[in-house]
């Protein structure tokens, strides 16, 4: 709960924060297709640039998810679903380190760090299935190697959700291949039933609406070079903000850790391989920071309490270090115990301060006013925006309204991938990929540089503009146009900034 708190109810953003990527929008509507159609789209269902052609909802559990949450309780409800899974995984992740014989006073600080440096993805989105479905596949394969037991086959059932709710699900046979291997260094036998597992989640996976095309069209997003240099998440972290400096913190702590957990048999090196390989991608795609520091929290707060342990062991009872050593011993059987209280009193936080509930989503990152004011210009016309805008667009305005281009990357390509970055970017064929697609209306930030060249250019009026954004439409007479329009440009709009806008999308 108090965790629930400090993200969301006393932080400035609250709530909102959950809603930073405008994917959320375009996930409900397509949970509300599947819901009113009774089956799953096979194509798309929201573009005017790529119509009609072959796409896959992999993520179709989640959609339904999300559209029947918003339909029962709007954004409000949606956000808190996510919220709580989120904290409810980060407190789960403290819980289990607990579990593996950390202190409590090892633990808390290591929670702190993991659950900060996650924040950069705590957003309504389908991932939040990946991050709790992999804390208990990381979970399962620990107990495995501790005590095995039938326990290790939940794996199947938990695959076959996986696979019908988000993309993340292949990390399973990443984590388990690393156990496998791990086994045959050691030559114990067990490794046979762990394949037999795998067999079977491998098998789990292809119950699913598009059967094995599904892996096919993955293993292409992953492997598209396109992808990892437009796509901001496949990008590396830029450890400027808050929350990549705590990453960074648990990234060093982690691969130090990780090499005195090599050389302590099995148990050890599989964590020690699992951290190494995570710390490696999550370099290479920010996209993979969380899921490193679920993988790499237990194994630092295991070290760290291995470290601290000869200390307490000498220390007096009277002393300030054996007063917190018999606090621990206090506190960890409280960590073995669940409440109903664990749902109860965070639903009962989130009801208390309806004015902290979002309405709508954050009108300083998205069109909010501009949209509401202007549903008429935008419906069913051929609109640019953002790859987010687009997101946005498609939660305000579908069916009335499709869009260019939205955060499916992986159903737009290249081709017109690189044809909105080069309109974003003012290229020199900016004014002829519009005419290409037939763009009637740019929706764009205001102090963007492409809102700037098309005030510039005769063939382009301001409808509309505030603090956020900007619109602006084909006049319908371009010869008749004057030569400039500058009585209706907002100040600072002829002083934008060099863009650097590029895809924008988040899918761990």
């Not at 388990?176 to 989640?201: H, K, M, N, S, T």
């Amino acid at each position: 709960t108090a965790l629930l708190a400090w993200l969301f109810i006393l932080s400035p953003k609250g709530w909102g924060l959950l809603l930073s990527d405008g994917d959320t929008g375009w996930h409900i509507r397509t949970g509300e297709w599947i819901l009113a159609h009774r089956q799953v789209p096979q194509t798309d269902l929201f573009s005017f640039s790529r119509p009609g052609q072959p796409w896959f909802a992999w993520e179709w559990g989640a959609d339904v998810v999300f559209a029947l949450l918003h339909g029962a309780g709007g954004l409000p409800l949606l956000t808190f679903f996510s919220g709580f899974l989120l904290v409810l995984t980060a407190v789960l992740t403290l819980r289990w380190m607990v579990w593996r014989g950390a202190s409590i006073w090892v633990a808390f600080p290591v929670f702190l760090l993991a659950s900060g440096g996650s924040t950069m993805h705590y957003l309504a989105r389908p991932h939040i299935f990946t991050l709790v479905f992999l804390l208990a596949t990381l979970w399962l394969l620990d107990s495995e190697r501790r005590a095995p037991s039938r326990r290790i086959w939940l794996l199947v059932p938990l695959t076959l959700l996986w696979t019908n709710l988000h993309g993340g699900w292949p990390v399973v046979f990443v984590f388990l291949g690393l156990q496998i291997f791990a086994r045959l260094f050691y030559r114990d036998p067990l490794w046979r039933r762990e394949l037999a597992v795998a067999a079977l989640c491998a098998l789990a996976t292809l119950v699913n609406p598009y059967g094995w095309h599904l892996h096919q069209h993955i293993l292409g997003y992953l492997d598209s070079d396109w992808i990892r240099n437009s796509v901001d998440e496949f990008q590396s972290p830029k450890f400027r903000a808050e929350n990549l400096l705590q990453f960074e913190v648990l990234l060093i702590a982690g691969i130090a850790a990780a090499w005195g957990r090599a050389f302590r048999g099995l148990s050890g090196l599989t964590d020690a391989l699992a951290v190494w390989l995570w710390a490696h991608l999550a370099l290479g795609a920010v996209r993979h920071a969380p899921l490193y520091l679920l993988a790499a929290a237990p194994v630092v707060a295991s070290e760290l309490t291995l470290l601290l342990d000869p200390l307490w062991a000498a220390a007096k009872k009277s002393s300030v270090a054996g007063i917190f050593r018999d606090m621990d011993r206090d506190l960890r059987p409280q960590f073995a115990h669940v409440s109903v209280w664990l749902v109860l009193l965070p639903f009962l936080l989130w009801q208390s301060n309806p004015a902290r509930q979002p309405v709508d989503f954050p009108e300083k990152l998205f069109p909010v006013a501009a949209v509401e004011q202007n549903r008429d210009l935008l419906a069913a016309k051929r609109v640019y925006a953002s790859d987010q805008w687009g997101d946005y667009l498609l939660y305000k305005l579908w069916p009335a309204n499709r869009v260019f281009l939205d955060g499916r990357s992986d159903f737009y390509g290249p081709d017109l991938g690189e044809a909105y970055l080069a309109v974003a970017n003012v290229s020199r064929s900016w004014q002829s990929l519009l005419d290409k697609h037939h763009i009637e209306v740019l929706l764009l930030p205001r102090t963007s540089d492409l809102a700037a060249a098309a005030e510039r250019d005769s063939s382009w009026q301001i409808i509309h503009f505030d603090t956020v954004s900007v619109i602006l439409a084909r006049r319908p007479q371009p010869s008749a146009a004057p030569a400039a329009s500058h009585l209706f440009s907002p100040p600072g709009l002829m002083k934008a900034p060099p863009s650097t806008e590029g895809i924008r999308e988040y899918r761990p």
